[in-house]
């Protein structure tokens, strides 16, 4: 059988850089990965998409076994410490108790309902969220799927927030795999040219995202303090800046994340938006992830149950 670059190698002269031909061997390598991981699953007489959330947590811990290294990492980091499944192009006023129900509905029957994707199909168009059904093809480009620590909210909830569904099942990590995994390369270009942003992430998964791809690269300290706060928005930046900027990055990573908790804390409290929280990092931060202490970086469990403790008192 061939080897993945002897595959990469018959097909070279296709190529124009060695960019190209690294995502290739990249794209390869999943295809043979998944391949493989199909046919130990069926000579386990386990389906992925059969009866039962325990075949199911079966076949996800299958998936996460056979992963080492930076790969595992960015699993747990991405899939395995989140709980739920957000469906960011769908709001939950449709009126349809379930996804099943409302899978398959036109995108006129979704109306206002529909985002960015799920808002471009033609008023007649079949939406269907999960474009195909086998668990090992999934597509949920059109809504907008993604692991989240988000609580479930059913599509006829009415709070005006996106639809989440409960766990993550595997034809959805497979699918977030697939399509997110990013490559060595992409992280390192991310960080070398400064396009990492905060974004909605919070404080404390900026910090792990810096500090993971920075040991990579052999970054110094000095290096990724730069980076982190070049990742900061302005006004976390004159937070960062009041706190002091002789605090090494792991101390100032946690003040600037007690202080996000705070805010947000005080946000549930009296139902007034900050404009520092973003509004994903506002719903997810009550839910507690299945991760152990020895696994998070700089910021514990309790770091944070402390932190919004003293918020409301």
Known sequence: MATITELANTIDGFLDNTADREYLIHILTGMIFLAQLRLDLQNRGIDPAGAG????????????????????????EEITIKTNWELTNLTDGI???NLVAVNGRTALQIGANGLNEAARQSGN?????????DPWNEDWCVAGGRPTNLSVNAPNASNGTTVVVAEIRFGQAVWWLKTRFPTVEEELWDMMYGTIRKGDMTIDELYRKILRIGRRANYRPEELRKKFLDALPLPWLEKAEDIGEHLPLDELAKKLYEIELRRIARYKRDKISDPLVSNRASRQIYESSPVSTSQQQGISLEDMQKAIQNALA
Do not use: P, S, Y
């Not at 076949?59 to 996460?64: F, S, V």
């Not at 168009?125 to 059904?133: H, S």
């Open 125 to 133: 168009a079949i939406i269907k969220l999960r474009a195909v059904e």
């Open 53 to 76: 959330a325990n075949r199911r947590a079966q076949a996800l811990g299958h998936l996460r076994a056979c992963m080492r290294g930076r790969t595992l990492e960015w699993f747990d």
């Open 95 to 97: 009126g349809q108790a």
